[in-house]
């Protein structure tokens, strides 16, 4: 194929050096961009007269008809081509003729693509916003069935408070709230136009911008030359906006292995979204789990992939920049494969009721609610812990529980509690710590029930 570049050189590219140059494998993706992005070239070439109208008529008619071949797959892109502008300028030479080289008129690859990535990846936040909203959807109807749907609260992995499950699982559903917040931020910061850079320093030709920018729908365009080709800082902010999303997704994914363990026994998972072993009949393996949770490490490694890239490069474009499509891309294309088939897991889970209420009894997990009750009857909070912690010491060394102590015991362990016995055992149940966490934020089940419903209303943008 005809190079863009080559009337400089007298000799042929080696073959290998060919295959190391050659982006056409990876970013053949953009040809939609490419192709968005050059009829909103020619057309202001043709509004600013830098172009004859019927010239850039003639290239935009023929960039419309090759977008729809390409859509239909009535043709495909060069595989000899060097990249994805390459493949689209030569499949338009042969259906226009030479008229196809005037489209690089006041334009130069290195803005050109930082364009076509800018515009995938505005769609990209989209897409991923609405996929991040579906799995908050399923989040808020899945916690709707388990308001009063008791289970162990951890801190470091142990009983500490009683939870109920609808409270547990809101607490991703807000995780999810400020993924969004931040993949919508940066689609702000990715939508701004660097075409009209050219290669570095700008064009003579007398081009319009601001033409460009409305046509593509850009809010604003990047006003230094240099900065407009070699800034991939957006991808960059993606990439750590992406790696938060999937510490969040793995931290769901953990749970959901853990909770569907025999040793736990929380959460029966559905046939559709597990696999089974090769050579043990009985295994059901949570493998949508464990994989979101491998596939953080692949996301990370993205991000520190390209900031790696980034950090040496002087103003203002090197080759080097063409390592910022991979990582983007295997990122993107892992958030759509994660995202619904996580939401598929919860939706298909059935969630074991009884088991969670039985995992809190005799776990000590109601102790704070008897320090709180004694710091009401006038004890310092210090005071209170540490009466607790030895009425749970004697019922740990006595195989009790503090539900099944009687009234001597109590009487005998804290003298205060002499006449409040009875009382103190009816808020020792988890039923009744749960009630009592009505603060807002609390996972008391009304106030459970309130968080919901702003959740909800987040949600429909209310």
Same mark, same amino acid.
């Given at each position: 194929?005809?190079?863009?570049?080559?009337?400089?050189?007298?000799?042929?590219?080696?073959?290998?050096?060919?295959?190391?140059?050659?982006?056409? %494998?990876?970013?053949?993706?953009?040809?939609?961009?490419?192709?968005?992005?050059?009829?909103?070239?020619?057309? &202001?070439?043709?509004?600013?007269?830098?172009?004859?109208?019927?010239?850039?008529?003639? =290239?935009?008619?023929?960039?419309?008809?090759?977008?729809?071949?390409?859509?239909?797959?009535?043709?495909?892109?060069?595989?000899?081509?060097?990249?994805?502008?390459?493949?689209?300028?030569?499949?338009?030479?042969?259906?226009?003729?030479?008229?196809? *080289?005037?489209?690089?008129?006041?334009?130069?690859?290195?803005?050109?693509?930082?364009?076509?990535?800018?515009?995938?990846?505005?769609?990209?936040? /989209?897409?991923?916003?609405?996929? #991040? @909203?579906?799995?908050?959807?399923?989040?808020?109807?899945?916690?709707? !069935?388990?308001?009063?749907?008791?289970?162990?609260?951890?801190?470091?992995?142990?009983?500490?408070?009683?939870?109920?499950?609808?409270?547990?699982?809101?607490?991703?559903?807000?995780?999810?709230?400020?993924?969004?917040?931040?993949?919508?931020?940066?689609?702000?910061?990715?939508?701004?136009? %660097?075409?009209?850079?050219?290669?570095?320093?700008?064009?003579?030709? %007398? #081009?319009?911008?601001?033409?460009?920018?409305?046509?593509?729908?850009?809010? &604003?365009?990047?006003?230094? $030359?240099?900065?407009?080709?070699?800034?991939?800082?957006?991808?960059?902010?993606?990439?750590?906006?992406?790696?938060?999303?999937? &510490?969040?997704?793995?931290?769901?994914?953990?749970?959901?292995?853990?909770?569907?363990?025999?040793?736990?026994?929380?959460?029966?998972? /559905?046939?559709?979204?597990?696999? *089974?072993?090769?050579? &043990?009949?009985?295994?059901?393996? %949570?493998?949508?789990?464990?994989?979101?949770?491998?596939?953080?490490?692949?996301?990370?490694?993205?991000?520190?992939? =390209?900031?790696?890239?980034?950090? *040496?490069?002087?103003?203002?474009?090197?080759?080097?920049?063409?390592?910022?499509?991979?990582?983007?891309?295997?990122?993107?294309?892992?958030?759509?494969?994660?995202?619904?088939?996580?939401?598929?897991?919860?939706?298909?889970? @059935?969630?074991?009721?009884?088991?969670?209420?039985?995992?809190?009894?005799?776990?000590?997990?109601?102790?704070? /609610?008897?320090?709180?009750?004694?710091?009401?009857?006038?004890?310092?909070?210090?005071?209170?812990?540490?009466?607790?912690?030895?009425?749970?010491?004697?019922?740990?060394?006595?195989?009790?529980?503090?539900?099944?102590?009687?009234?001597?015991?109590?009487?005998?362990?804290?003298?205060?509690?002499? /006449?409040?016995?009875?009382?103190?055992?009816?808020?020792?149940?988890?039923?009744?710590?749960? !009630? $009592?966490?009505?603060?807002?934020?609390?996972?008391?089940? !009304?106030?459970?029930?309130?968080?919901?419903?702003?959740?909800?209303?987040?949600?429909?943008?209310?």
């Amino acid at each position: 194929m005809r190079k863009l570049w080559g009337g400089r050189f007298d000799g042929e590219t080696d073959a290998l050096i060919l295959r190391l140059n050659n982006s056409l %494998p990876f970013d053949r993706r953009l040809w939609r961009q490419d192709i968005e992005g050059s009829i909103a070239h020619a057309t &202001m070439l043709g509004a600013t007269g830098i172009l004859s109208p019927q010239e850039a008529d003639q =290239i935009v008619a023929g960039l419309q008809t090759l977008r729809a071949d390409l859509e239909a797959g009535q043709v495909e892109l060069p595989e000899d081509a060097e990249d994805v502008h390459a493949a689209v300028e030569s499949l338009l030479r042969e259906r226009i003729g030479p008229i196809a *080289g005037k489209l690089h008129t006041a334009r130069s690859r290195n803005d050109q693509v930082a364009t076509d990535v800018r515009l995938y990846l505005r769609a990209e936040c /989209d897409a991923l916003v609405a996929e #991040i @909203r579906q799995l908050q959807e399923t989040l808020l109807d899945v916690a709707a !069935q388990h308001f009063e749907t008791v289970m162990p609260g951890y801190t470091h992995l142990q009983h500490a408070q009683p939870v109920v499950l609808a409270h547990h699982l809101l607490a991703y559903f807000w995780m999810l709230s400020r993924d969004v917040e931040r993949l919508s931020a940066c689609r702000g910061r990715v939508n701004r136009l %660097p075409l009209g850079a050219a290669a570095l320093a700008g064009t003579g030709f %007398p #081009i319009d911008r601001e033409h460009v920018a409305r046509q593509l729908q850009f809010d &604003m365009l990047l006003e230094n $030359s240099l900065d407009a080709v070699s800034d991939r800082d957006f991808i960059a902010e993606f990439l750590a906006c992406a790696a938060i999303l999937m &510490m969040h997704l793995s931290r769901l994914a953990e749970e959901i292995v853990l909770w569907n363990s025999p040793e736990f026994g929380f959460v029966i998972l /559905d046939d559709s979204v597990t696999t *089974g072993s090769s050579i &043990m009949p009985q295994k059901k393996n %949570p493998d949508v789990a464990e994989l979101v949770r491998g596939k953080t490490g692949r996301v990370y490694g993205n991000l520190t992939a =390209i900031l790696t890239v980034l950090k *040496g490069l002087p103003l203002a474009y090197n080759k080097d920049l063409q390592e910022d499509k991979e990582p983007l891309f295997d990122t993107v294309d892992t958030l759509h494969l994660v995202l619904p088939a996580l939401r598929k897991t919860l939706a298909s889970a @059935r969630f074991q009721v009884e088991r969670m209420r039985e995992a809190t009894a005799g776990d000590f997990s109601t102790a704070t /609610d008897l320090a709180d009750y004694l710091v009401r009857q006038g004890m310092t909070f210090r005071e209170a812990h540490e009466v607790v912690g030895r009425i749970v010491r004697h019922c740990i060394a006595h195989h009790l529980t503090l539900e099944t102590l009687d009234v001597p015991t109590l009487q005998a362990l804290c003298p205060t509690l002499a /006449d409040r016995a009875s009382e103190v055992q009816a808020i020792l149940s988890v039923q009744a710590s749960v !009630q $009592s966490r009505q603060v807002r934020g609390g996972t008391a089940p !009304q106030s459970v029930r309130v968080q919901w419903q702003v959740a909800r209303d987040s949600l429909a943008g209310t």
